[in-house]
């Protein structure tokens, strides 16, 4: 059993490592969140996580409220958001969040944000193709991206809902249909499909070598 003071000793080490990689990336960052504040607006970015009580949502929720440049995170869900904002607000960081719940609240959720980031929609399970995500996303996609049209028609949008490669089309019709399309602003998560490419590529070269070295190796006995 550990003492209180071995206890205090060790939360104030982490409190003071996590402190100090967080002012190392403000400090060394580009963007400094006094940078980042619309016309008039408060230091920081106002950043909405759309599909928060999810996989992806959930740790992304906590990577948001960690980073320094993030001033207003709100939390938006069609299920479980006042749960997964609770945990988060308990995070001793400086981003105020707020939770908001179905689509009623899409509109609060959405109101004055520079960042919407959109993990909301179902993932694949065992069987399905991205095919069978996109029927049940694209109305998902759509009708989340009328309420940013709508509520924050500047902000930066970053989807990550699958198939990204169509519902990014999706996005970019509902805001041209809006007046509100800009393509520097809409963005497309492509990395799980980049680092998937990679591993097969390298899988795939790394077995046609293997294979060589067999032939190589049962020719020279
Ligand atoms: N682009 C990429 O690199 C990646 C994309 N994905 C995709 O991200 C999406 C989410 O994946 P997970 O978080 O694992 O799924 P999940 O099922 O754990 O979470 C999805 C969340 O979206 C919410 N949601 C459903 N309909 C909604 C609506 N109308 N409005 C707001 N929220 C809504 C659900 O309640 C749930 O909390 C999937 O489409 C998946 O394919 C997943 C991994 C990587
Ligand atoms: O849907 C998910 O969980 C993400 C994924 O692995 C895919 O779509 O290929």
New binding site residues.
């Given amino acids: 059993m550990q003492s209180s003071a071995d206890v205090n000793q060790r939360i104030a080490r982490i409190s003071a490592h996590i402190r100090s990689s967080n002012l190392q990336m403000e400090e060394s960052s580009i963007l400094r969140r006094a940078n980042c504040r619309a016309k008039g607006g408060a230091p920081g970015f106002k950043v909405a996580i759309?599909?928060a009580?999810?996989?992806?949502?959930q740790p992304l929720a906590m990577l948001m409220k960690m980073n320094p440049l993030v001033s207003v995170l709100h939390l938006?869900?069609?299920?479980?958001s006042p749960g997964v904002t609770a945990d988060v607000s308990h995070m001793d960081t400086g981003a105020v969040v707020r939770g908001f719940l179905g689509q009623q609240q899409l509109e609060s959720a959405l109101t004055g944000m520079d960042l919407v980031v959109i993990?909301?929609?179902?993932?694949?399970k065992p069987g399905m193709t991205r095919d069978d995500?996109f029927k049940i996303?694209a109305g998902?996609v759509k009708?989340?991206c009328e309420g940013i049209a709508k509520c924050c028609p500047h902000a930066i949008i970053n989807l990550?809902?699958?198939p990204?490669n169509s519902t990014v089309p999706i996005a970019a019709e509902v805001f041209k249909k809006a007046g509100t399309f800009d393509p520097k602003r809409l963005l497309g998560?492509?990395?799980?499909?980049v680092v998937r490419a990679n591993t097969f590529v390298v899988c795939s070269a790394n077995l046609v070598l293997l294979f060589l070295f067999s032939i190589l190796a049962v020719g020279k006995f």
């Fill in positions: 759309l599909g009580a999810g996989g992806i949502g938006y869900d069609v299920v479980n993990p909301a929609g179902v993932p694949r995500l996303n998902i009708t989340l990550i809902s699958n990204v998560v492509t990395m799980l499909d």
